[in-house]
């Protein structure tokens, strides 16, 4: 039996923006909207894993990692349905006559 380890903000961690807030583009004031949501979303996951861990090894504030679990659950069904939409565009596209 092989042993798995899936951590699912580390799938995130392969994901760089193409730019660092230091060097923007030329034109560009601030960051692309979906690699802010992708550190949004990886920083969500992070805080519920740690709050969880606090709560189960040291008996840290149950209410904590309550809060941080379903904001955690509120940032992925956004990224879940931003998901869905893309997919439904692209079969849009698809579907369309050439």
């Not at 949004?40 to 904590?64: I, N, R, W, Y």
Request: glycine fraction near 4%.
């Amino acid at each position: 039996m092989s042993n798995v380890n899936f951590s699912a903000y580390a799938a995130l961690g392969a994901v760089k923006p193409t730019q660092t807030p230091e060097t923007p583009a030329k034109g560009a004031t601030e960051a692309s909207p979906v690699a802010e949501g992708f550190s949004t979303f990886k920083a969500a996951l992070q805080e519920a894993e740690q709050a969880a861990m606090q709560t189960a090894v040291s008996g840290a504030d149950p209410h904590a990692m309550v809060e941080a679990l379903a904001q955690a659950e509120l940032v992925l069904d956004a990224a879940v349905t931003v998901r869905d939409k893309v997919v439904e565009a692209y079969q849009e596209l698809l579907r369309m006559p050439v």
